[in-house]
């Protein structure tokens, strides 16, 4: 499927914008550079996490209210990256600041279970229509766990993911992302390759990828694998994939992988760490009305702090009831994740909330559509709920390999800088995409959009 004509956009162009909005951010972020200085000198690459780097050095931030960041040397930001998505509620959200902070007071930390964890339990079964829960403190360790559960419910080894989603930074799952166009292998059954070094190649060989959108690929691949002797525990995957832009599923595809897994006996399990909380009450669940046997959850979950769960049916929890696995963590379900994800879920993340988000990212996807259309930019605009973003490709991206055949690195390494030197804080990177935030407005999509307009308007003139 093409997208209507567009315009080529120079090279030269590009290169000549992107050294003046460079030099532009450089000249404005004295104090990050300062603070990276001094940072690299204790910690790896200057920051926290390999996701945080940033050439010449990452912009180091202070504070943050509602839809806005401010940086160290002061610089105002409206939130568009909002913490890879945790950040959904906004920063510093009064019932959530409440909630910790009367929290605090009664003691941080017991490794024994509180009133709160069973509250958040009882809402998020009745979001996800789930009926069992068990909690971890970040997206890793809910994929980590969900899948040794499926493992252990089929009593298979080999899992099944999406080629080019990102799962987390467990081992399992750092298998077949990021990788070159050129190394891929064939579209259909493409390779399993490490992301990065100090991967085992057994636990490598172990996860098999196949295509997203592409439901015959998938049990075609399933079947082989039992032909092999090797037959999946599960498939892990996003019901919308948030970590190449946003690709949503085509119509009939969950359906169809539903409709597999469970023929075949595999788990289906929903990474909802991006999804999740973000798209609709109860996740890619419920906006796409299939409901897979287990669901991870993380990031917007903890309204700011560090928290995960995973949800499945009965069936797939048996063993774990039954203490044949182990499912453990000293910081699981702590007290003050827990307030912050009560105040959160029950008093934040309401109906009125969700309709806002919905209301906003329509605004600003049509009006970042209307852009497009107006310069003949090659792109196009893409979303749903509280995420979104423009995917500067002259074709439609379905899956990884329309991904890194059509995305537009340099543009979008532009796109970032002409937004942090007009006040929107973006996510960098061009796999990610916008998160809305339920305190912004529809003022605050529209500077995102006059960023954008600039920018096309500079290239295109
Ligand atoms: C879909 C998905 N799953 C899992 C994770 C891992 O979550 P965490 O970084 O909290 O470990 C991420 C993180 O970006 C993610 O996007």
């Not at 963590?329 to 969700?354: F, I, W």
Request: hydrophobic residues 40%; contains cysteine; proline residues 5%.
């Amino acid at each position: 499927m093409s997208v209507p004509a567009h315009i080529e956009i120079e090279r030269a162009r590009i290169k000549k914008l992107t050294e003046r909005e460079a030099a532009r951010l450089n000249e404005r972020t004295h104090g990050s550079r300062s603070f990276y200085e001094r940072a690299s000198r204790s910690l790896v690459g200057g920051v926290a996490s390999s996701y945080q780097l940033r050439d010449p050095w990452p912009i180091y931030l202070s504070h943050g209210k509602g839809p806005r960041v401010w940086d160290v040397d002061g610089n105002e930001l409206l939130d568009f990256h909002n913490g890879f998505g945790s950040m959904v509620q906004g920063h510093a959200h009064p019932a959530i600041s409440k909630a910790v902070q009367e929290r605090i007071e009664l003691g941080t930390h017991f490794a024994a279970p509180t009133e709160d964890a069973i509250v958040v339990a009882e809402e998020l079964q009745r979001r996800w229509g789930l009926p069992k829960w068990r909690y971890v403190n970040s997206g890793s360790e809910a994929t980590m766990d969900a899948i040794r559960i499926a493992r252990a419910a089929t009593g298979r080894d080999t899992i099944v993911k999406i080629f080019g989603s990102y799962h987390g930074h467990h081992d399992y799952v750092m298998v077949s992302i990021g990788v070159d166009y050129d190394k891929i292998g064939d579209r259909l059954e493409p390779l399993s390759l490490p992301y990065g070094a100090g991967i085992p190649q057994a636990v490598v060989d172990l996860t098999v990828a196949v295509p997203f959108n592409h439901a015959e690929a998938m049990e075609r691949k399933i079947e082989r694998l039992f032909e092999e002797g090797r037959p999946p525990a599960c498939v892990i995957m996003e019901p919308a994939l948030m970590n190449l832009g946003v690709v949503l599923p085509e119509p009939g595809y969950l359906e169809a992988v539903r409709e597999i897994t469970r023929k075949h006996g595999v788990l289906l399990i929903f990474d909802e760490v991006k999804t999740g909380l973000c798209i609709a009450p109860g996740g890619g669940t419920e906006r796409f009305g299939v409901t897979p046997d287990l669901v991870t959850l993380a990031k917007a979950l903890g309204g700011g702090l560090p928290s995960g769960a995973i949800g499945g049916t009965e069936e797939a929890f048996e063993l774990v009831d039954a203490e044949k696995v182990v499912q453990i963590g000293t910081y699981n379900g702590n007290p003050l994740s827990m307030a912050a994800a009560r105040a959160n879920l029950l008093e934040v993340l309401t109906p009125d909330a969700y309709a806002h988000l919905d209301a906003l990212n329509e605004h600003i996807l049509s009006s970042c559509q209307a852009v497009i259309d107006k310069y003949s930019f090659p792109g196009y605009s893409v979303g749903v709920g509280s995420k979104g973003c423009v995917t500067f490709s002259p074709e439609r991206i379905v899956d990884y390999e329309t991904f890194k055949a059509n995305q537009d690195a340099e543009l979008c390494e532009l796109a970032w800088l002409y937004n942090m030197n007009r006040g929107i804080f973006m996510t960098p990177g061009r796999e990610e995409e916008w998160t809305l935030s339920i305190t912004h407005s529809f003022d605050d999509c529209d500077a995102f959009v006059a960023a954008f307009e600039e920018m096309a308007d500079d290239l295109t003139a």
